[in-house]
């Protein structure tokens, strides 16, 4: 039995990110030693889109993932993200709802966006 997922972030300042997560997006963690936190994330769901290539991990090729947070409310996000001096990039509107990406403290970016499509993010608590 599946019982939850796991996020892998590879990341070329670690220490920043883990403290961006915890202080600016106020994530919840434990510390599995030294240091090494492991953040409890949102409700989330995934989607399959076709192949853009991948890592190699003890044989088969994993998957590559792109991360997008999700919100209810796309401009008031980004209005308290813009508080903790986090600078959005421009907003783009697509069918399946609104998005934009914001850098973490390494220089890699994250996705950001408010859907407009039916989600699965709570189907598990229902």
């Not at 883990?18 to 106020?26: A, I, K």
């Not at 008031?76 to 508080?83: D, G, R, S, V, Y």
Request: proline share 7%; net charge positive; with cysteine.
């Amino acid at each position: 039995m599946i019982t939850g997922a796991h996020v892998l972030f590879y990341s070329r300042n670690p220490e920043a990110d883990r403290s961006f997560f915890r202080d600016v997006l106020g994530f919840r963690s434990v510390d599995a030693g030294e240091g090494w936190l492991i953040f409890a994330l949102p409700p989330a769901e995934a989607a399959i889109h076709p192949d853009g290539g991948s890592q190699k991990h003890a044989g088969p090729k994993l998957l590559d993932a792109v991360v997008y947070l999700m919100c209810d409310d796309l401009a008031a996000t980004m209005a308290e993200l813009k508080k903790k001096k986090v600078k959005c990039t421009k907003v783009q509107t697509a069918n399946w709802g609104t998005s934009t990406t914001f850098p973490l403290p390494s220089g890699a970016g994250i996705g950001l966006y408010q859907p407009t499509h039916p989600t699965a993010a709570n189907l598990n608590s229902k």
